[in-house]
């Protein structure tokens, strides 16, 4: 299959069968993955393999309790590592500064999504199913300890994967007219977007309930005020339609119980002693 193929043809799998996966592929993926380009070079990432079932139950939980996680049967976290060059080049009686500054730590956290991405396009050329996990940052803090991270060491993105127990349906994507300007950024004609919205979302079809109006009607109230969160929920009662905005942005997103906060993760850095982010 040639590379359009395999993109234009991919979805994220959430829908695992009980069948393994074959240890060479695995192995297979994982030299693709690591054949990644990372910023400088320095692979300033780990891989960590997990495949036993109560850690996976325990990662699922703590990735906003999505249950296939658990039902996966390997999830590879991608982490930023600064530990192992760190005691690499400490051997060699050198002293690094190997956090550098806010743009590095921007790149190691690219260069282990990158890998990961890596590894999820080698997946499906192997015909198996994956998903990019960014949930695992939600309780990043619980997931190091999980994983036994040691300082300096930064869960960032998981792939769940498996073999496809069906092969699901393709979301729509906006196409490159709408995505690729030339040259310099332009505003696009609204109908023209809205076309693209139309269409991207074609297949998209949930209806209004009670438990959803209540809570997009207290969000979009905490938000934007009494009157626009009315003349939202009317809007979406007319239609008999949740608009995916005020599902995702209004109902789903929203939801931080049991999540870390912006402090939160700034305090975690700190634990890990990743503060080059903190430099010039
Ligand atoms: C950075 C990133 C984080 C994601 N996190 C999650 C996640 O936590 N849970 C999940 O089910 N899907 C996750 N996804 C998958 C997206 O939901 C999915 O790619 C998107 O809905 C488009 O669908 P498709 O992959 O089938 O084309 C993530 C994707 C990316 C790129």
């Not at 891989?47 to 590879?76: H, M, S, T, W, Y």
């Not at 190091?144 to 073999?163: D, Y």
């Not at 009317?234 to 939801?255: A, E, H, K, M, T």
Request: a neutral charge.
């Amino acid at each position: 299959m040639d590379y359009l193929n395999i993109m234009k043809n991919r979805n994220s799998c959430r829908d695992f069968s009980d069948q393994p996966v074959d240890e060479a592929v695995l192995s297979r993926l994982l030299e693709a993955a690591v054949c990644a380009p990372t910023s400088g070079g320095f692979q300033n990432y780990s891989i960590i393999k997990v495949k036993e079932p109560e850690r996976k139950q325990a990662l699922a939980k703590l990735c906003r309790n999505q249950g296939f996680i658990g039902k996966a049967p390997v999830n590879l976290i991608f982490c930023v590592d600064l530990h192992r060059e760190k005691r690499i080049a400490e051997s060699y009686s050198v002293l690094p500064n190997i956090q550098f500054d806010y743009e590095s730590l921007s790149m190691f956290i690219m260069d282990a999504a990158i890998a990961a991405q890596t590894l999820c396009i080698a997946a499906e050329a192997e015909g198996l199913g994956c998903v990019l996990i960014g949930n695992i940052v939600t309780n990043q803090n619980q997931v190091a300890e999980l994983l036994n991270l040691p300082k300096q060491v930064l869960p960032v993105i998981m792939v769940s994967l498996g073999h496809r127990k069906n092969k699901g349906t393709i979301s729509g994507k906006y196409p490159p007219s709408v995505m690729v300007h030339e040259e310099t950024y332009q505003e696009q004609d609204i109908a023209d977007l809205q076309a693209a919205w139309k269409a991207k979302y074609a297949d998209w079809n949930i209806k209004p309930n009670e438990k959803l109006m209540t809570r997009i009607g207290e969000i979009t109230k905490a938000y934007f005020g009494e009157d626009y969160a009315a003349k939202g929920t009317q809007l979406i009662q007319r239609n008999n339609w949740v608009d995916p905005f005020s599902f995702w942005y209004g109902y789903y997103y929203p939801n931080h119980e049991g999540m870390m906060t912006a402090s939160d993760h700034l305090k975690f850095l700190e634990e890990q002693e990743m503060t080059g982010y903190k430099k010039k």
